[in-house]
């Protein structure tokens, strides 16, 4: 079973600062990328890099009281004013305890990605990503640079690691956009590693309704065969409880150089 928590936080924290000598800095890029708790660890703390430029602390650490638990609540929930919110991403920075707080109550929260593609001639372009997952190598986000050519794929994957906040069990779920020979019709599609008894893969259709529900104790499955480009949103189910989710918009388009 995959570790859900990072392996190393204080080397984790000095890789995203970049306090790490070039070898070490080298030997965790390679780490990142076979290891999706420590990637989210490093992107929690990256996100906090902005805040830094606004509030310099002086020192390794911050001679000050650690804010109020309620406080972290609040800014996890975004729920709290930007100064505020400032010195506290400050603090986080340098206080493992408060630091350990914030990213256990950000574990409990359901994991969201949304993805745009574009898709025509029987190719797939990623267009946009955001929220906590990645589009799979070898596909590209966004419109090439100038002079360049973007390939398009017959199959794109966006991936994320999925956590029970009941058990803390972790896996990797995948959903596969793949084009048909039917064009414009696509096939969607997911995979989990490891299989999850329990869990249920939910595609809805662009006004909510329900297209499939589909068990995720086997590795790989179909959630539908003939679908036109349009807004889909697939969840990650446990009962009533919703895990993660991803928001898949696929337009009738191909990307062109700007």
Request: aromatic share 6%; hydrophobic share 35%.
């Amino acid at each position: 079973m995959p570790d859900s928590k990072p392996h190393d936080p204080r080397q984790l924290t000095q890789y995203a600062f970049g306090y790490l000598s070039a070898k070490e800095q080298t030997q965790l890029t390679e780490h990142l990328r076979t290891c999706a708790p420590c990637r989210e660890y490093v992107s929690f703390l990256r996100a906090f890099k902005a805040a830094l430029r606004e509030a310099k602390p002086s020192g390794d650490r911050l001679d000050e009281p650690c804010p109020d638990s309620r406080l972290i609540v609040a800014l996890e929930a975004g729920d709290i004013d930007e100064r505020t919110a400032e010195h506290v991403r400050a603090h986080l920075i340098f206080c493992s305890h408060c630091r350990k707080e914030y990213y256990a109550l950000q574990q409990l929260r359901p994991r969201w990605t949304d993805v745009i593609l574009g898709a025509a001639r029987k190719l797939l372009w990623g267009l946009e990503i955001s929220g906590t997952g990645d589009l799979l190598e070898p596909a590209y986000v966004g419109v090439p640079q100038l002079g360049s050519e973007q390939p398009g794929l017959e199959e794109l994957v966006v991936s994320d690691s999925v956590t029970d906040p009941e058990t803390e069990v972790q896996a990797e779920v995948r959903i596969a956009i793949e084009a048909t020979e039917e064009e414009p019709h696509l096939a969607l599609s997911f995979e989990i590693e490891p299989p999850q008894s329990g869990w249920d893969a939910h595609l809805f259709d662009p006004s909510g309704q329900t297209m499939s529900i589909v068990p995720m104790d086997r590795p790989r499955a179909s959630l539908a065969t003939r679908v036109r480009p349009d807004s889909y949103r697939v969840e990650i189910r446990k009962g009533e409880a919703l895990l993660a989710g991803f928001g898949l918009i696929v337009r009738a388009e191909v990307p062109s150089d700007t």
